[in-house]
């Protein structure tokens, strides 16, 4: 098998790289080891735009490392020739995210003939406001202008004349995980400070580990009976509260958790295109989005490993060493 990984320096595309290899590079020594996919014949090759960064990260990996950008043709053919499975983890910040559109176009039309299973993360933006939980069968509403370019480059993506399978996450968590709304989670906690949220914090909600994110993205990776799919991927119900005074306990720190009046955010919004970006996806956080892992489960045999007690007491930890 000769596997592609696509934005292997960001957050969800390394931890690919790591399940593929059965590297606990990120991890400490309790970790459940993860599932190595490479044999002796097998081939892993990542698609990075800095190759210097992905080499820091994994310095001695047996990796092919195509460096290019997503967004150029000539970079993109030459990574996806001759590759059996394509595990799609390109995500460009949400203040540039209409370029994930143009990087889905470029990928399905360099593709060619060889037709390689795709594989890419979904999330629940694109649901709107659905009667919970979410399976593969519920149908996308995008209530916002960034949901409605997730839901574009899904198209673009299930559309191609290949097999492609999405797989719905919930929003992951874990070491290098720093997006804008992860990292006040777990930052503030190990500092000592109080977390204010820009959304409601007692809605259900639901987060995935990164590498059980990954391990679900891998658990459909050139397997037939997932060839054409789209599944959602269960954890565990909680709230942000929750979430967050699981992070004041394994950090031994306390502090306030409250969230932003819808009003204050939109206000904000007007100041600031970082803010306007960001209101347009917490519609996430003011709904019921919890997903169903039956589908996920019945085919492939996927369930997350780490629950909340461990993985935030992992990532905690991370917080803590890196100084983020």
């Known amino acids: ?10 957050a969800i595309g390394s931890a690919v790289v790591e399940q593929i290899l059965g ?47 997503a967004l150029t043709p000539i970079d993109v053919r030459s990574a996806v020739a001759d590759v059996d499975v394509v595990v799609h983890c390109v995500n460009f910040p949400i203040a540039r995210y209409h370029q994930n559109v143009e990087a889905a176009r470029l990928l399905v039309t360099a593709v060619g003939e060889d037709r390689p ?31 409605r370019l997730k839901a574009e480059t899904d198209a673009v993506l299930t559309n ?32 000592g400070n109080s977390v204010v949220f820009p959304a409601p914090v007692d809605v259900p909600h639901e987060f995935v580990y990164v590498a059980d994110a990954a391990r679900a993205l891998l658990a459909v990776a050139g397997e037939e009976t997932a060839e054409n799919r789209r599944y959602t991927v269960g954890t565990e119900p909680t709230t942000v509260r929750k979430f967050v005074r699981r992070a004041y306990d394994a950090a031994g720190t306390d502090g306030r958790v409250w969230g932003l009046p819808p009003w204050v955010v939109r206000v904000a919004a007007l100041f600031s295109d ?25 085919d492939v045999g996927f369930e997350p490993r780490v629950g909340y007690r461990e993985g935030v007491r992992r990532t905690v930890a ?7």
């Open 160 to 191: 191609a004349p290949f097999p492609t399978t999405v797989v719905h996450l919930p929003d992951f968590y874990g070491p290098y995980v720093t997006n804008d709304l992860v990292r006040p989670l777990f930052a503030r906690p190990v500092a």
């Open 274 to 298: 970082r803010v306007r970006a960001v209101a347009d996806i917490l519609h996430v956080f003011a709904t019921d989005v919890t997903m169903s892992g039956a589908a996920i489960r019945e």
């Open 23 to 69: 590297s606990r590079a990120s991890e400490p020594d309790d970790v459940p080891e993860a599932d190595p996919r490479l044999g002796a014949d097998d081939v892993l090759r990542v698609f990075v735009r800095n190759a210097d960064r992905f080499r820091d990260r994994f310095p001695d990996a047996p990796v092919e490392v195509a460096e290019g950008n």
């Open 318 to 324: 991370w917080y803590d060493s890196e100084g983020v």
């Open 117 to 147: 299973h795709l594989v890419f993360p979904g999330n629940t933006w694109v649901f709107g406001s659905p009667d919970p939980p979410i399976t593969p069968t519920t149908p996308f509403d995008p209530p916002s202008r960034l949901a």
């Open 1 to 10: 098998m000769r596997y592609l990984v696509t934005g292997a320096t960001g």
